[in-house]
């Protein structure tokens, strides 16, 4: 989360108010006991972006990557009623926009998380399907 933060602090300091400071993966708990992160899959198919009635998510042909364009979203949250993995949310502070992971693009480098990552535990890798 620091790493969508404008100025540096800790958790503690962290407004969550401001969608810039939600977190765009979460980590779940297997029945196992183990631990699996879930991040947005920018799928090849994304159910998300057939149901955006409005636009607001489009998957871009060339690099696969899923955008979100709030300037465009109703707010009717049907992306994240028909996300097979339960990655999409509504923000917490105004419930209005949805919170997906988009790989920093605006930033123009690698994205926050990985740059973030304490243990290098995150990071972007390209394969063939």
């Known amino acids: 989360m620091q790493a ?3 100025t540096p602090g ?3 300091d962290l407004d969550l108010t401001d ?3 939600e977190s765009r993966n979460h980590i779940e708990k297997l029945p196992d006991g183990t631990y699996r992160p879930i991040f947005c899959r920018h799928c090849d198919q994304p159910e998300c972006v057939m149901s955006c009635m409005s636009g607001a998510l489009t998957k871009d042909p060339k690099t696969g990557i899923v955008s979100y364009d ?3 979203c109703g707010s009717c949250f049907m992306c994240v009623m028909n996300c ?3 990655v999409l949310k509504a923000d917490t502070a105004t ?3 949805v919170v997906k992971c988009d790989f920093c693009l ?3 480098a ?3 998380c990985v740059k973030a990552c304490p243990k290098q535990a995150i990071y972007v890798e390209e394969v063939s399907l």
């Open 84 to 86: 097979p993995f339960g």
């Open 110 to 112: 690698e994205p926050n």
């Open 95 to 97: 419930r209005t926009k």
């Open 106 to 108: 605006q930033d123009g």
């Open 4 to 6: 969508h933060r404008e």
């Open 70 to 72: 709030e300037t465009k």
């Open 19 to 21: 969608i810039r400071n």
């Open 10 to 12: 800790t958790v503690y």
